[in-house]
């Protein structure tokens, strides 16, 4: 089977943008002759430099991720290295206003068991 039209653009606008990359997945099946069909294109791009160059490709028209105003979603660097983000601080029970804490133990109070 051919690859399709979508994933030869982007591998080649990848090449292009000089990323670095391994084809894995049904893709990499399909550019070895596998007879299957898959929709998606997965790729290793490893290093900090390929996920710069990476990232410029995709603010500048190869994503399309979308949040719910319609606006485009810059990928996260850190997603893109692997990282997960980094969790928020919790907040201890004693930095907490006493009224605050009171008003959530009321409305706790009132949630059906």
């Known amino acids: 089977m051919p690859i ?3 994933s030869d653009g982007i ?3 990848l090449q292009e943008a000089g990323v670095e990359l391994v084809v894995v997945g049904g893709t990499a099946a399909v550019l070895q002759g596998a007879p299957v069909v898959t929709f998606d294109l997965d790729i290793v791009y490893g290093t900090p430099e390929n996920v710069s160059r990476l990232r410029w490709l995709l603010a ?3 994503y399309h991720r979308l949040d719910l105003a319609n606006r485009k979603l810059p990928p996260a660097e850190d997603a893109l290295l ?3 983000p980094q969790p928020a601080r919790p907040i201890s ?3 907490m206003c006493s009224a605050s804490w009171e008003r959530a133990n009321e409305e706790i109070s009132k949630m059906p068991c």
Do not use: I, P, V
Request: hydrophobic residues 25%.
């Open 4 to 6: 399709s039209q979508d």
């Open 60 to 62: 500048h028209g190869a």
């Open 93 to 95: 029970a004693s930095s």
């Open 11 to 13: 591998l080649r606008s």
């Open 82 to 84: 692997g990282q997960a």
